[in-house]
T-cell receptor
Framework: GENVEQHPSTLSVQEGDSAVIKCTYS??????FPWYKQELGKRPQLIID?????GEKKDQRIAVTLNKTAKHFSLHITETQPEDSAVYFC????????????FGKGTRLSVIA | DGGITQSPKYLFRKEGQNVTLSCEQN?????MYWYRQDPGQGLRLIYY???????QKGDIAEGYSVSREKKESFPLTVTSAQKNPTAFYLC????????????FGPGTRLLVL
């Protein structure tokens, strides 16, 4: 089945700097890649997603890139702010659309003011 | 995700006791999911359901049971066979079909007395 690896597990950046989180997946048939942000004690919330027919997607300070050949996708946060501090999870759709999302283990991002 | 509710927010289980976690959604979503989250871990899938009266085991189904008698409800029972139930439990739902964007409930934290 699908396997999703996420790196790094922790990331600290200075306020205003950029943050990049990378994920790799194993199933070349996967076609949907969402990113979730989870604040302490709260529910994960979708922040951006990308489908396999698109290489990049942006939403204000957040962007996601997808390299289907290498089977990896990345989250880019520019001009980081303290409120960006949270755990971020990547996910990939299962093979053949018959299994649910498979999640990475998460990245704890700390933005230092 | 405001249309997904979970109760209770905190639940205490005594040894040998079965407990049931509630999950309700008013989003008219076909698919529903249960995840377990442990500190430093990602989201591990317990059970999922594509349609009413049908559900499948996820990666860690042992010691858990579910039912899907109504489209809007997907309760999870943590049985006495689950020896290490302390965790944060998250319910999610999606439109279905292509297993895409999942929306999460606020979660239930289960603690063992």
């Amino acid at each position: 089945g699908e396997n999703v690896e996420q790196h790094p597990s922790t990331l600290s950046v200075q306020e205003g700097d950029s943050a990049v989180i990378k994920c790799t997946y194993s199933d070349s048939a996967s076609n949907y890649f969402p990113w979730y942000k989870q604040e302490l004690g709260k529910r994960p919330q979708l922040i951006i997603d990308i489908r396999s027919n698109v290489g990049e997607k942006k939403d204000q300070r957040i962007a996601v890139t997808l390299n289907k050949t290498a089977k990896h996708f990345s989250l880019h946060i520019t001009e980081t702010q303290p409120e960006d501090s949270a755990v971020y999870f990547c996910a990939a759709s299962g093979f053949s659309g018959n299994t649910p999302l498979v999640f990475g283990k998460g990245t704890r991002l700390s933005v230092i003011a | 995700d405001g249309g997904i509710t979970q109760s209770p927010k905190y639940l205490f289980r005594k040894e040998g006791q079965n407990v049931t976690l509630s999950c309700e959604q008013n989003l008219n979503h076909d698919a529903m999911y249960w995840y377990r989250q442990d500190p430093g871990q990602g989201l591990r899938l317990i059970y999922y359901s594509q349609i009413v009266n049908d559900f499948q085991k996820g990666d860690i189904a042992e010691g858990y049971s579910v039912s899907r008698e109504k489209k809007e409800s997907f309760p999870l029972t943590v049985t006495s066979a689950q020896k290490n139930p302390t965790a944060f439990y998250l319910c999610a739902s999606s439109i279905g079909g292509e297993w895409e964007t999942q929306y999460f409930g606020p979660g239930t934290r289960l603690l063992v007395l």
